[in-house]
DNA sequence: GTCGGTTGGCTTACGGCGTAAGCCCTACTA
DNA sequence: TAGTAGGGCTTACGCCGTAAGCCAACCGAC
């Protein structure tokens, strides 16, 4: 009695309630607040009142759904005002807008980026962070169009994907740590020959691999850099706050241009 | 009466047979055989001829288990005789030498590999992929000690990880596709307005995110090029047996000096 | 030699997961 | 108005990570 906004009583069972757009935005709302493992078929269901098995009337399989996630994500390129579909201003802008807004997506879902990045493809060159056989085709059409020959256009395509990749998945990580835990906020040496006194270690934060710790409230409490042994690490510590200032806003538009002469150097 | 090789009889209980050395290691070859996924706590136990609990008597989480994994991945650069740890021949020579080590290893293992990229760290600045305080330290001290002032240090210390990440993501993921399986061999459109037609999607290949395919055998079967609908990719189709081509030998080595160009670039 | 403690296995059990199989109500179509 | 298909629900299975506790074998002290 309380909840139908739309026509006919409803017994709260009315059909065409879900969709897959509807259960996939779902997810990703799931994702992007708490992380891929949190994203279970019950879990996502429930937001959605319904029951688990429900969603397989709409998806064989998890992973398909999961699937559906990346390209949803990778589809925003197609509603971004500054991502041009076309080199109408040449190949340089088209090529930066594209990356710039590569990036806004990616900034966007932290948690969901290394889904993006690492889900395996179709075929080889179905590479990250594109993903999407109509936007792998704007780009390669595009470059050719605009006087690429083949190996250029080859050559550009994947200067582009491992920029990105690498980048992004640099920069996005540096936003999603680890759950730094109440006691001891001591590391595990890990680099040297280490004997590993007992059990400390962190926590719980992931799942299978790509699944990011909550964070939301946390990037105040990594700081504490003297936890670090200084005798061991001396430079570690004599950068430390070097190494946590965030750069990535003004090194990527350099880095990107950097990328871009590369490719433009490249040309016959 | 078959298989111990040291002393007393052994009921086959022999304590001190586990190690957290030799469980990382199963593990390890499980990831490499068949990927993260069927690394279970039960499938490692069972190889080691134990039952799942007792690797909590070296481990206290599957997670801990894993990060032990990438720590012994990442150690493989202690052993590579390539890789030195100072700057005897200069700092170039150094970072290509590093370099090429990480790639060593992410060859080695890419069903592992993303997890040493997506892992969560510690700090925002213990990046992948070299993920080792000991590693880091190397490097910074390293750089430093070659006349990099503070700012170029860290400069070069995140083009290098981020150059790193991007290619060898690339191309690992290149080398570990999706189950192709068996009937129709159609792709789901994906990147343009899809109205998605019925169940038609793949099969299992991963769990949380970077699981990744067996593939093992795959390789061959990936090809059916016309399978894209050449009317809507023309360009891919156009440039399909490029897209399918493996120069990532070569280039690397050509993209590696590019980046190492770009770090000389930016000293004083 | 015996004996207590510690170590490193094992057993049992729980709750959560993905998902196969099948039911049944509802809404549309003829 | 009957028939049908679609979209929910219920039940159940086998796997997962792991908490709790048990017990044999070893080890150092007497």
Redesign the pocket.
């Known amino acids: 009695m309380s909840s139908e906004p739309s026509s ?1 009583a ?2 709260g ?7 897959r757009d509807l259960i996939a935005e779902t997810t990703l709302e799931i994702i992007d607040e708490q992380g891929v493992g949190a ?5 996502i ?1 429930s937001r959605l ?6 969603l ?3 998806f ?4 398909v759904l999961l699937d559906a996630v990346v390209d949803r994500i990778v589809q925003e390129l197609d509603q971004d005002p500054e991502v041009h579909r076309d080199a109408t201003d040449g190949w340089r802008d088209y090529l930066a807008r594209l990356a710039r807004g590569v990036r806004r997506y990616a900034l966007a879902h932290p948690h969901a980026f290394p889904l993006v990045t690492t889900r395996p493809a179709e075929a080889p060159w179905v590479n990250p962070p594109l993903r999407s056989l109509a936007w792998i085709e704007s780009m390669l059409s595009t470059l050719s169009s605009e006087g690429f020959d083949d190996d250029e256009v080859l050559f550009a395509y994947r200067s582009f994907n491992s920029f990105l990749l690498g980048y992004l998945l640099m920069e996005s990580g540096a936003h999603t740590l680890r759950d730094p835990q109440e006691g001891d906020g001591s590391f595990a040496p890990s680099g040297s020959n280490d004997p590993v006194p007992g059990g400390l270690s962190p926590t ?1 934060t992931d799942e299978e691999a790509a699944e990011i710790a909550d964070a939301e409230t946390t990037a105040e409490k990594i700081d504490p850099q003297d936890d670090i042994e200084v005798a061991d690490y001396p430079t570690i510590h004599r950068l430390a706050a070097g190494l946590a200032e965030d750069h990535f806003g003004e090194e990527f538009d350099r880095a990107l241009d950097e990328m871009l002469d590369g490719i433009a150097g490249r040309l016959a």
Chains 1, 2 share one sequence.
């Open positions: 006919s409803g017994t069972r009315r059909p065409g309630r879900l969709s994203a279970s078929m019950r879990a269901a009142g319904v029951e688990a098995m429900s397989y009337k709409h064989s399989t998890r992973d719980r």
